[in-house]
């Protein structure tokens, strides 16, 4: 039997839109620029029944991280300095580095992997990604968990 309560972590191009207009109606509604779901579901395009089947089943990664741990794995080239664009990229989003373990590099590429502690004060968590996923020499960073 399948365990119930069990979470995945997707990129948003995988994520079906309906849920995507989910996140955005619940996005309008917190704001206070919208104060209906009606109104809200209008807007984005979806219909009540289907916000309602999903809004507690969706949310953006970043608002249920603080306080937490993220682990993640990134492959990167073996180039000088290049480790510690991303210890800084993470201290500037005010996150902590709890644990750091570095492969030795075969045929120039070596595996990180980080655990991460998510800080009230952390900026957001996506865009911390985002920013280390785009420096030259990183082939990928994928979040294998958070705790």
Known sequence: MKEKGQYFVLKEKAVPEVLLKVVEAKRLIDSGKITSVQEATEKVGISRSSFYKYKDDIFPFHETTKGKTITMV???????????????????????????????????????????DVLPQTGDVTEMVAHIEEQDGIHYVKILAKE
Do not use: M, R, Y
């Not at 990134?74 to 570095?102: C, M, R, W, Y």
């Open 74 to 116: 990134i492959q990167l080239e073996d180039e000088p300095g290049l480790l510690s664009v991303v210890l800084k990229t993470i201290a500037e989003f005010h996150a902590n580095i709890l644990t750091i373990h570095q492969s030795i590099p075969i045929n120039g590429i070596a595996s990180l992997t980080l655990s991460v």
